[in-house]
């Protein structure tokens, strides 16, 4: 047995250590690109050309990889963008087959194909068409936009219905960013007219641009701010912080306000009447509590029968019904609300919108101040 070992010893001392001593400078280097391509070296060596391990560190506090629902939303269309083995699926085919055999959550190559592009560019930026037809084209962040959208059509999902017909799960899905992006898709009243803000047509590459945007350039903060956390607010030394980065290349002065998770960006009117003009941010969670609030007092908590209970759950109710324009009013609301921008995305359809909700609902509001 001892005589193998030695045989064994010796070949691999041939095979792995001569070459070390007999070759050249020149050939040794030679000899390692042949095992070990200078390419890969760009991402696997001491000192990569690429941060992979940073933006893995960002990665592991996103949303893309926490919520972890890989498993639970794989069937029905769902694992498109709830697992990375659908989505690059979906790019490759344009559909979907009826489950990811062993699936798993949205990653580096869900967004990038380095190793068979030959680089880190994403792996679609084709302009996306909406459930409602619009189209989106903002750049890379086209590639957001396939998943970050409704899956409904507001115009046919919203009709009179007993109550027992609507569920919690009843909206335009948890993601809708891009149709508000768009400026589309929301329950419109068709009297009324509606625009956008300028966001869909001057930043460059949508939501890319603002979300990977690294605060003041580094990450001096915490890796989920920006970059590949995507992420706008963050738990800094038991404080929220936002990513001033994210809107400061435009906005050149913006802060945040002191003490709250919003920016400094002041409305343009009192849009909640309070009494107040506020930063939009806060306007705009105003309008929404128009719907919904704590104490009790929303237009939502107060139908017949209600929608929502008096601490701001979901009430639902297996008697009773609600008319379209209530309907409407819980589309639009839960639409905005999962936008989670808080009007930042589209303020201007974003006020539009639950202006004319709320009016459905409240002949008598004054909704002078609707843009």
């Known amino acids: 047995m001892s005589f193998r070992i030695s045989i064994v010893l010796c070949l691999l001392f041939f095979l792995f250590l001569v070459p070390a001593f007999v070759f050249s400078s020149g050939e040794r280097e030679v000899e390692m690109d042949v095992l070990f391509p200078k390419a890969c070296a760009d ?12 933006a893995r560190l ?33 790019v490759e085919t344009g559909k ?19 190793h068979t592009k030959g680089d880190f560019s994403v792996r679609t930026n084709k302009p996306v068409k909406l459930a409602d037809s619009s189209v989106v084209n903002m750049g890379d962040g086209n590639l957001c936009a396939n998943c970050h959208q409704s899956r409904r059509i507001a115009k046919d999902t919203v009709k009179a219905s007993d109550a027992k017909g609507i569920s919690s799960h009843f909206g335009a899905h948890h993601g809708p960013q891009a149709d508000i992006i ?16 300028a966001h869909k047509m001057v930043v460059k590459d949508g939501c890319v641009s603002c979300h990977m945007a690294l605060k003041e350039g580094r990450y001096s903060a915490s890796p989920a701010l920006g970059g590949h956390s995507f992420g706008i607010e963050a738990e800094v030394h038991e404080a929220g912080k936002l990513n ?3 809107c400061a290349s435009c906005h050149k002065d913006i802060k945040q306000v002191r003490g709250k998770e919003i920016f400094d960006l002041k409305a343009k009117a009192d849009f909640d009447l309070d009494g107040t003009v506020e930063p939009l941010q806060a306007e705009v969670e105003g309008l929404l509590e128009g719907f919904v609030n704590t104490n009790g007092t929303g237009y ?21 019904s609600w008319t379209i324009e209530e309907v ?11 936008d989670r921008s808080k009007g930042v995305h589209n303020a201007t359809y974003t006020i539009q919108i639950l202006y004319d909700s709320l009016k459905a609902l409240d002949p008598g509001l004054d909704d002078s101040l609707r843009p």
């Open 43 to 54: 991402c696997h060596s001491d000192n990569p050309k690429y941060a992979l391990a940073g």
């Open 58 to 90: 960002a990665y592991d506090t996103s949303g893309h990889n926490t919520i972890g629902n890989s498993w639970y939303a794989n069937g029905a269309g769902c694992q498109k963008c709830h697992t990375n083995e659908g989505f690059i699926e979906f």
């Open 96 to 114: 979907v087959g009826e489950y990811v055999s062993n699936p798993s959550q949205p990653g580096c190559f869900t967004c990038h194909a380095p």
């Open 182 to 197: 768009a400026g589309a898709n929301a329950f419109e009243n068709p009297a009324n007219r509606y625009s956008s803000s």
């Open 244 to 246: 001033i980065s994210a």
């Open 300 to 320: 939502l908590q107060r139908l017949n029968p209600p929608m929502y209970k008096a601490d701001g759950s979901w009430a639902g109710s297996k008697t009773g």
């Open 328 to 338: 409407a009013a819980l589309y639009n609301y839960k639409m905005f609300l999962e």
